[in-house]
């Protein structure tokens, strides 16, 4: 990365972090995978164990879509040109 960070750069880190969190839920969620399927691997395994991991891990994959929208959306939100002082309809939108 360049040693000078834009403005809308530091914003999203400040706010972020330097770690996304759609990103820190995603390893979460693949570090779960590797247990499960370890856990499978195993004959005496607990099906309450499997059951528990297999929620985990849906509950995180939700967290990590949610989370990426967010992330994406503030991002697109701060690289949209500045309209000015359009007011509603100036823009050629429909309000």
């Not at 403005?7 to 693949?30: H, P, V, Y």
């Not at 005496?44 to 164990?49: H, L, T």
């Not at 985990?56 to 992330?71: C, K, P």
């Amino acid at each position: 990365m360049n040693a000078l960070k834009t403005e809308d750069e530091e914003i999203l880190e400040s706010f972020f972090g330097e770690t996304s969190r759609a990103r820190e839920l995603r390893e979460l969620k693949e570090t779960l995978q590797d247990r499960l399927k370890i856990i499978l691997a195993d004959p005496g395994s607990s099906e309450k164990k499997i059951r528990e991991l297999r929620e985990q891990i849906n509950v995180l994959a939700e967290e990590e879509a949610v989370s990426g929208f967010v992330e994406e959306s503030v991002r697109t939100t701060l690289a949209r040109p500045d309209s000015g002082d359009l007011g509603p309809g100036d823009d050629g939108g429909p309000y």
